[in-house]
């Protein structure tokens, strides 16, 4: 009596434990089918797979859950279901394993969506405990299938196959019995997904003739804000031939996904779409300088696009930017787009110097230069001036020096060293910039006893020659009482 009592108890705890199983599969599925290209971009985020095998194991994955939590549930196709239990289970291990390894957020966003939010050594925990949970039903398969919900349904449906033995009857009435429950739960859930909107207003743009610039971000993303007033000010020069489209990089991983976008901020160039897809010109990731931004847009961008309907962006370099006079400065040209012709400033006049693409300009004078470089193209024109460019001193002699620290707190000494060139006589220092001489000194040192920001300037006299350097804000003090 009691050997039979505890068989009927392991075979309740047993089918229990196959039941609890195969609704954690079902309730993960469930999560996934209706954003399953979010968790397909998941899947790639972790970068254990190339891009097209995470693209088919995001798709199929779910499916697989649902298969064979239908069947734990229902008690048919075991072996097979808790096989493919453990297998998924070890993969997931596998990906919360590595992602903790690599220090990544420890946020498993693809293990139940968005349903169950959990943490990877929370996910990693579960993953350990199901394919125990899945070996242990192995062991005691006999009694995981006494509680056969699936068979006492199809008995009551009264199934009968014709011209088939029994056994292959119940097993295709099985495998009918699945697949229909299968397609039932996940194909309203597949299709009842959120469909972003981004594709239409792309396709808009592209039949218009426009291109496309998807702009991927993320809410408290810091480089995303850094970029933000550029793209923004990149829109109003561009956005009448360019359509600019923003996409929230968690909201719509989808479309993160489809144009494999792993990271933010991040922008996309869409120039046109074919049979095979969409055409991508090109990818600008993690680009927060104006410069260097607008330098990657022109560069890059197909030159019928740009080149042809804008103005170019004027630019330019010099060598040497420093000596002693007289000295021949050699300018070159970068500027982007299409350039018809040059006009150079060297002196910050007003006056033209040289309409050469690529010129030279001796400087016989010594002083600070502002250079500008006016260019002009078919389609408008854009100027670029580098104020106090050019440096150049006489022959006799060059003020230079440095701080031994150019921040203190408290009522500290700080130690200036002159490295001015010449046959220095005197030397005169001004420490806060009132215009008073401070100390006359080669290597003086100063204490301040106010906070503030201070002017340091230094002027060398030679028997023929002097000079002046000023460091502005070069002081920074902070600490002082009152």
Request: aromatic share 10%; charged share 15%.
């Amino acid at each position: 009596m009691k050997s039979w009592l505890l068989q009927i108890r392991t075979q309740w705890w047993i089918s229990g434990l196959r039941i609890g199983l195969g609704t954690i599969l079902v309730v993960s599925s469930v999560s996934k089918l209706p954003a399953q290209s979010q968790f397909m971009n998941e899947v790639a985020g972790y970068g254990l797979l190339p891009l097209a095998l995470a693209r088919v194991y995001g798709a199929a994955l779910p499916w697989a859950e649902l298969f064979a939590g239908g069947a734990l549930i229902l008690g048919i196709f075991t072996t097979a279901a808790l096989v493919l239990c453990i297998l998924m289970a070890l993969s997931f291990a596998t990906a919360n394993i590595y992602a903790l390894a690599q220090g990544m957020s420890d946020s498993c966003g693809g293990c139940f969506g968005q349903l169950i939010p959990l943490s990877n050594t929370t996910a990693l925990i579960i993953d350990v405990l199901m394919v125990f949970a899945a070996v242990l039903l192995l062991l005691y398969r006999g009694k995981a299938a006494s509680i056969n919900i699936g068979d006492s349904f199809l008995s009551i449906l009264n199934l009968n196959i014709p011209k088939m033995s029994k056994h292959s009857a119940q097993k295709i009435s099985r495998a009918i019995l699945l697949v229909v429950i299968v397609l039932a739960i996940g194909v309203p859930l597949s299709w009842g997904g959120q469909t972003s909107t981004a594709y239409s207003r792309i396709n808009s743009s592209l039949e218009q003739g426009k291109p496309v610039l998807l702009v991927f971000y993320l809410a408290g993303c810091g480089e995303c804000e850094e970029q933000k007033p550029i793209i923004e000010e990149m829109e109003q020069t561009y956005q009448e031939n360019i359509s600019f489209i923003y996409i929230d990089y968690e909201a719509e991983s989808g479309v993160a996904f489809d144009f494999e976008v792993t990271g933010v901020p991040t922008m996309v160039l869409i120039g046109g779409r074919d049979g095979s897809g969409y055409t991508v010109l090109q990818r600008f990731a993690n680009l927060t300088s104006k410069e260097r931004l607008q330098r990657s847009f022109y560069e890059d961008l197909d030159q019928s696009i740009v080149y042809s309907r804008y103005a170019p962006i004027a630019d330019f370099s010099a060598t040497p930017t420093s000596g002693r006079v007289p000295v021949k400065v050699q300018f070159v040209d970068s500027s982007l787009g299409k350039v018809e012709s040059w006009a150079w400033d060297f002196t910050n006049d007003g006056v033209i110097d040289s309409t050469v693409q690529d010129p030279s300009y001796i400087y016989s004078e010594p002083g600070t230069y502002t250079v500008m470089l006016t260019v002009h193209g078919p389609c408008g024109s854009s100027a670029k001036t580098i104020q106090e460019y050019l440096r150049f001193d006489s022959k006799g002699c060059r003020a230079d020096f440095f701080a031994d620290s150019k921040s203190v707190v408290g009522i500290t000494p700080i130690r200036f060293f002159d490295q001015s060139e010449g046959d220095i006589i005197t030397w005169e220092w001004d420490f806060d910039g009132d215009g008073t001489i401070d100390n006359i000194e080669r290597n003086p040192v100063y204490t301040y006893t106010a906070n503030g920001i201070y002017s340091v300037s230094l002027t060398i006299r030679t028997p023929d020659c002097e000079d002046t350097l000023t460091k502005d804000d070069y002081i920074t003090v902070t600490g002082c009482d009152g």
